[in-house]
């Protein structure tokens, strides 16, 4: 339906990050489905809103960075392949952060999420 739709424009600009921020979050258990990939991102809030601002942050800020360079050919931002590294990283980072250095999450671990983000995209244009 978006397929059409263009990106400049404020209204569809903001569905399609949503669709493509989902889908991203959906990928890594092989799911190319904007639902399913909220239903996805609920099941990481539920346990640990924590992980799940992690998710957020991560895979937001790689999303946003994909379609300001557009590193990508736009199939793989559309299925959100290209952007998903950065739900990895911000779900694994603020997973892991407080058992590896036995702390609280820090404004440290979240500005680590948005550079790990950032070069997530960079690194998956280089693949």
Request: proline share 7%; net charge neutral; hydrophobic share 55%.
């Amino acid at each position: 339906y978006l397929k059409n739709k263009p990106l400049s424009s404020p209204a569809w600009g903001l569905a399609h990050f949503v669709n493509i921020f989902l889908r991203a979050v959906g990928q890594p258990a092989f799911v190319n489905n904007p639902l399913l990939g909220l239903i996805i991102l609920v099941a990481i809030f539920l346990p640990h809103w924590e992980v799940g601002l992690g998710c957020v942050l991560g895979g937001g800020v790689a999303t946003l960075t994909e379609l300001l360079l557009g590193l990508h050919p736009w199939g793989l931002v559309t299925s959100g392949v290209a952007p998903f590294n950065g739900v990895l990283v911000g779900t694994v980072i603020s997973l892991l952060y407080p058992a590896v250095y036995h702390t609280d999450r820090t404004p440290e671990m979240w500005v680590a999420i948005f550079l790990g983000a950032v070069t997530s995209v960079f690194f998956a244009s280089a693949f």
